[in-house]
């Protein structure tokens, strides 16, 4: 089992940039798929992005809303996954959970993931 902890969250204003970071241990980040979801006060988890860096090639996945402005990348020596978020809007405002699997799809299903982090906060005001 691989653990997982988010930070890097915070308040920021409209047009702003934050990184979210996903410290990972217990196993290493390139055996999973990592994912990352968002969670808005009242509204069911979201899917936001997602990675893969299997032996075959980089695959990644974004949902519509934040193609463009974020990113997901990786760090081997730090067995770290990020999240750079650029250009937030209101609506990016959310807990935010990183989250792993095992196999290869970059899936935007929730329950697809079996591990998951406690989740940081991000507040973008107008």
């Known amino acids: 089992q691989v653990q997982l902890v988010e930070s890097g969250g915070g308040l920021v204003q409209a047009g702003g940039s934050l990184r979210l970071s996903c410290a990972a241990s217990?196993?290493?980040?390139?055996?999973?798929?990592m994912g990352w979801f968002r969670q808005a006060p009242g509204k069911e988890r979201e899917f936001v992005a997602a990675?893969?860096?299997?032996?075959?090639?980089?695959?990644?996945n974004y949902a519509e809303s934040v193609k463009g402005r974020f990113t997901i990348s990786r760090d081997n020596s730090e067995n770290t996954v990020y999240l750079q978020m650029n250009s937030l809007k209101p609506e990016d405002t959310g807990v935010y959970y990183c989250?792993?699997?095992?196999?290869?799809?970059?899936?935007?299903?929730?329950?697809?993931?079996?591990?998951w982090g406690q989740g940081t906060q991000v507040t973008v005001s107008s």
């Open positions: 217990g196993r290493t980040v390139s055996e999973y798929v």
């Open positions: 989250a792993a699997r095992k196999g290869r799809s970059v899936s935007i299903w929730s329950p697809a993931y079996d591990n």
């Open positions: 990675g893969s860096w299997s032996g075959s090639g980089s695959y990644y």
